[in-house]
């Protein structure tokens, strides 16, 4: 809905990115190309809607503004923009983990004469780039994706790069209808696989072998053969690109290679080669023409690294000390991640504690589902739990799946309120910082670390534990009776 900026489609293919709680959707619906577009998505979530008659439970136009636990009733009040009051027993935030969009605090931004837009706020009637000069500001899977498509658009297209960014081939096309009509033959098989792998993603299986344990063309083999399949089947090449910097590197110089060999212009090609963090521990993303499109006579790519952004001017923005102008500016600066949508609303918990303020140091939470101090409020895909390191619909349905238990379970034994303990918490986070140290992510200065928003504290968010893993760790702490939980009026 918010995302619909040139080229926006999702890098997951299709056939995995689509819901899973009901057997006949996935063989009913018939998506069109290996990624969806964004319209085609949009489609699809309204004929989910109305296929289940969701819309009388939904109340569009509306942004909550507070969440606050009456501690006498054991009831969350919520209040929102539009003056409405609600009275809940659970509270279910389901706010996203990428939908606070950050325009950053450039000077002078106020005096642009031109348009400017937010990749992740996107006119909903679009924009004409015809005959303009754009700014792009930004290089990560938003800019990557329409970068190409802004270029044959415009008359000049400038692309402000300040981290360069692994990217691979999506290879996108058609579907091929034998690989549609066995997926949706073994439907339910393949989606419980996807619960159990560790993304879950199964377009290729991970590699089992090391980087370093094979000869260099056997290497450069498994990863043409995964460059050539297109999408995040490279990221999984070998089994220690994640854990080892020297086995990383090998992956790391391959795209380089890739990226030398497609950009004509050596001084560009040598700017678009990533250097600063190892392969994959930013996101990795996945293009469509990205590389090809520096080729262009109208586009050029200016490094903010070196000179970063002093300010937006009236006519465009100032770096390294001279102003370029342009008629329009994008900002695909990304989101103030996993954290954001949450910290925009004021949720409040026990004694009155907002939790921005209880995560001032950073998130704390019992396996991204609850936070301690915070009774009957339950977050889909949290900090703290695989949420944006997987398929984002595999997540969101393990959580809907366990939160709904958590419910009747409650319900049945009578429960007034569950709560996670700040024992269990602790415990959870140093687990989830354990693993995350254990791997190369803490290297790169990436939004799942809180790096791209200034101020914001450094701490690893998501759980890198594996998708499969975690699941068997949430059907555990059910199965022992909600272990790690308060289940009953009072505290922790
Ligand atoms: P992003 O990955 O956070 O990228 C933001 C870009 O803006 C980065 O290149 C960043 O540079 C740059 N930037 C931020 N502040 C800047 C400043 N002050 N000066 C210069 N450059 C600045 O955001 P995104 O591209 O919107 O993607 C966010 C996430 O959304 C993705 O990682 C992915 O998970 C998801 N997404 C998915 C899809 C898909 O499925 N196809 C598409 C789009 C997005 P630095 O790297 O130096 O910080």
């Excluded at 000049?156 to 690989?179: C, D, K, M, W």
Aim: hydrophobic share 35%; aromatic share 10%.
């Amino acid at each position: 809905y918010w995302n619909r900026y040139p080229g926006a489609r999702c890098d997951i293919e299709s056939l995995e990115y689509q819901y899973g709680f009901e057997d006949d959707l996935p063989r009913e619906w018939k998506w069109t190309e290996r990624y969806a577009t964004q319209p085609e998505i949009l489609t699809y979530l309204n004929h989910v809607a109305d296929r289940f008659s969701l819309r009388d439970g939904i109340q569009l136009e509306t942004r909550v503004t507070a969440a606050v636990f009456d501690e006498g009733a054991n009831r969350w009040a919520v209040t929102t923009d539009r003056g409405d009051r609600f009275s809940a027993k659970f509270c279910i935030m389901a706010t996203g983990c990428l939908s606070a969009a950050k325009v950053p605090d450039f000077k002078g931004i106020d005096s642009f004469k031109g348009d400017w837009y937010h990749t992740g706020n996107w006119p909903h009637e679009g924009v004409d780039f015809t005959g303009k000069r754009v700014g792009v500001i930004g290089t990560g899977s938003s800019a990557i994706q329409s970068i190409p498509i802004i270029a044959t658009q415009s008359k000049q297209l400038t692309v402000f790069q300040r981290t360069a960014n692994f990217s691979v081939p999506a290879h996108n096309g058609p579907i091929n209808p034998e690989y549609r009509a066995q997926m949706k033959e073994n439907y339910t098989d393949v989606r419980r696989r996807a619960r159990e792998s560790a993304a879950g993603i199964l377009a290729r299986a991970p590699g089992e072998k090391s980087a370093l344990e094979v000869a260099e063309e056997e290497r450069r083999a498994e990863f043409e053969s995964r460059w050539q399949q297109g999408g995040f089947a490279l990221g999984g090449a070998f089994i220690d690109l994640g854990l080892n910097l020297q086995a990383n590197e090998t992956a790391a110089e391959f795209v380089r290679s890739k990226i030398r060999e497609t950009v004509n212009n050596p001084e560009t090609a040598e700017l678009l080669c990533p250097r600063d963090y190892p392969f994959a521990t930013k996101r990795l993303c996945v293009d469509t023409g990205y590389f090809e499109t520096f080729n262009r006579d109208n586009v050029s790519l200016v490094d903010v690294k070196t000179n970063p952004i002093e300010s937006i001017t009236p006519n465009g923005l100032r770096t390294g000390g001279k102003e370029y102008e342009f008629d329009c500016l994008v900002f695909a600066t990304g989101f103030d991640a996993m954290t954001g949508a949450l910290s925009n609303i004021d949720i409040r918990g026990r004694g009155g504690k907002a939790l921005r303020e209880k995560w001032s140091a950073g998130p704390r939470t019992y396996l991204g589902i609850q936070i301690a101090g915070f009774p009957n409020l339950f977050t889909i895909t949290g900090p703290g739990s695989p949420s944006v390191l997987s398929n984002m619909i595999v997540s969101i349905e393990q959580h809907v799946d366990w939160i709904s238990d958590c419910l009747v379970y409650l319900r049945e034994h009578e429960l007034p309120t569950i709560e996670a303990t700040v024992k269990a918490e602790d415990e959870w986070v140093d687990h989830v910082n354990q693993v995350a140290d254990m791997t190369l992510f803490p290297l790169a200065n990436s939004w799942y670390l809180g790096a791209n928003i200034p101020g914001k504290p450094r701490v690893f968010m998501p759980y890198v534990g594996g998708v499969g893993n975690y699941a068997v760790k949430c059907q555990q702490v059910a199965a022992n009776g909600y272990e790690g939980f308060a289940l009953a009026a009072g505290g922790s």
